[in-house]
């Protein structure tokens, strides 16, 4: 079976733009934890009187959740490969 002549291209830049998709919005989320969790620890803070500790143990929650949303964006990106990659390591195993 023979492959028309673009279609490898467009599937590269169907994978590229799953990528960036998926960057965008892993990031968005990751971004959305801090103000997310640092939002409930204020609300915390005025209905208990806790200032500043809610806040602070928020912020840090929130922290957290961004570095582990983030790890785990990397480790999911980097299992998909990088399609841009593709044609040099294949033309790399013919070589070999």
Do not use: C, H, N
Not at 48 to 72: D, H, K, Q
């Amino acid at each position: 079976m023979t492959s028309r002549p673009g279609e490898k291209d467009q599937t590269k830049r169907q994978g590229t733009a799953r990528r960036q998709g998926l960057a965008y919005q892993g990031s968005f989320e990751a971004v959305t934890a801090i103000l997310l969790a640092a939002g409930i620890g204020y609300w915390i803070d005025a209905r208990f009187e806790t200032s500043p500790y809610g806040l602070f143990i928020g912020t840090i929650a929130g922290f957290s959740a961004f570095v582990l949303r983030l790890i785990r964006l990397g480790k999911q990106l980097e299992k998909m490969g990088d399609p841009a990659f593709a044609d040099e390591e294949e033309s790399e195993d013919r070589d070999r």
